[in-house]
């Protein structure tokens, strides 16, 4: 069964520089979620997308913005990186609000 | 916001017993997950799980909506289940998931 695909597995980027995370959600799931987990933390919720819509935002920093297309494969820009920003990058789609989640594999972004 | 709280936060078990973790939540949801990170980082969907109880193999899960809280348990464990298991809920009126902090879970040869 197909499932979620991000893109990069890992990316290194040195500070104040730019990078942008790709997830192509599992098809016919019109839902799609961001979330960042530092290390030994729990994953912390950035924004969702319903439909190509924004549906709501977590503790997303203004530097990261992010959008969903029409093929519904949304993208995660980060902008001015920061050493903090170095965490695992978790896109999850579901099909219908409120039903069990589907996680990708995670992007590893290492920021120096 | 809502407040999700995971206990044990870490557990120690050798091969072949049984434990039960628990999840509080603090307000109405819309649904609640339960997922495994195993070592790799890889989270895996467990049991999606508003009310109720489901088992699939040796795990299972029971969430009491009205008295908030739900419960995941774990028999005769093995060593690859080691990892975190996280309950995240979404709670009512928002297109967000919230996870606790997790419970780490060793399991010993």
């Known amino acids: 069964a197909a499932g979620v695909i991000q893109s990069p597995r890992h990316l290194i980027k040195e500070k104040r520089e730019t990078a942008t995370l790709k997830c192509y959600p599992i098809?016919?799931?019109?839902?799609v979620y961001w979330y960042q987990q530092g290390p030994g933390q729990d994953p912390q919720f950035l924004i969702s997308?319903?439909?190509?819509?924004?549906?709501d935002k977590g503790s997303i920093p203004d530097r990261f913005s992010a959008q969903q297309f029409s093929d519904y494969h949304s993208e995660l820009n980060m902008s001015s990186l920061e050493l903090g920003d170095s965490a695992l990058y978790f896109c999850?789609?579901?099909?219908?609000?409120?039903?069990?989640?589907?996680f990708g594999s995670g992007t590893r972004l290492t920021v120096v | 916001g809502i407040q999700v709280e995971q206990s044990p936060p870490d557990l120690i078990l050798q091969e072949g017993a049984n434990s039960t973790l628990r999840c509080n939540f603090s307000?109405?949801?819309?649904?609640l997950q339960w997922f495994h990170q195993n070592p790799w980082g890889q989270l895996i969907n467990l049991f999606y799980?508003?009310?109720g109880t489901k088992q699939n193999g040796r795990l299972s899960a029971t969430t009491v909506a009205t008295e908030r809280y739900s419960l995941l348990y774990i028999s005769s464990s093995q060593t690859t289940d080691s990892g975190v298991y996280f309950c995240?809920?979404?709670?009512?009126?928002?297109?967000?998931?919230?996870f606790g902090a997790g419970t780490r879970l060793f399991v010993k040869a």
């Open positions: 307000d109405s949801v819309n649904n």
């Open positions: 799980i508003p009310s």
């Open positions: 999850a789609s579901s099909r219908t609000r409120g039903r069990g989640y589907t």
């Open positions: 098809p016919r799931h019109d839902t």
């Open positions: 995240a809920v979404e709670s009512t009126g928002g297109f967000k998931t919230i």
């Open positions: 997308f319903y439909e190509k819509m924004q549906s």
